[in-house]
């Protein structure tokens, strides 16, 4: 299997990322592009371990509702845990291609660095646009692959790395064309944001650190790269972390649409 798998054991781990300040910060900016207010109706595809649809659910108070949609039993899992009790939260198992909503039902669509691991893209988009009302708003945040950056020592190796992690998804660069895919969707008003994620020294709260973890385990076997290297890869990264020589960047982009009223 090529892709990471959301099992629990990832689902887990997830979760304990997106508590890390990176992860906060890129709530923030979401929340704020995503524009919803009191009384809206909000979908979240690929709601994962439900951290957006707990802190929606706070903005659209009583008056409003969020549908989280996730295909992985565990990270839905972890979703009820964190919004149990909130009546105007429901969580539906179910595939983004296929969404298991009416047409028309929402004001808002959220989809956080999901469709880089869908291979038919265009085909959620068109659910998204299905899903959301005439003059209802998309949002959809992706990273490029291709801008990070890690300091090594070994650059080679690292090149390989990076090259097996790209693996583990559908399309590495998506956000190159999610403008134009949107467009097609029938989308209006695309606009782009990008974000760039950074980290110098042993910061441990950033999405470049959080990631070694997951990027060490998943190349090993991949791209000629054997247990020992990928091991000695992340050893290497964290030794860089305790001498404050650890360095990470990456650009994440927000795509904002709406449905034509």
Partial sequence: MSQLQFDADTARRIEALYQIQDAMRRRELVRKALAAVRGARVLDVGCGPGFYC??????????????????SSAMLELARARCGGRDNVGLLEGEAIALPVESGSFDRAVCVQVLEYVADVDAVLSELHRALRPGGRAVVWDVDWATVSIHSRDTALTERVLRAWDEHLAD??????LGARLRSAGFEHVRVEA??????GGYPETFGAA???????????????????AEAWGAEQHELMERGEFYFASTQFCFTATKSA
């Fill in 172 to 177: 590495p660069s998506l956000p190159r064309t």
């Fill in 195 to 200: 974000h760039a994620f950074a980290a110098s």
């Fill in 211 to 229: 990631l070694v973890p997951f990027i060490a385990t998943f190349v090993a076997g991949r791209q000629g790269i054997g247990e020992v290297e």
């Fill in 54 to 71: 707990l802190e929606l659910s706070e903005i659209v108070g009583s008056s409003g509702s969020v549908v989280g949609v996730d295909s």
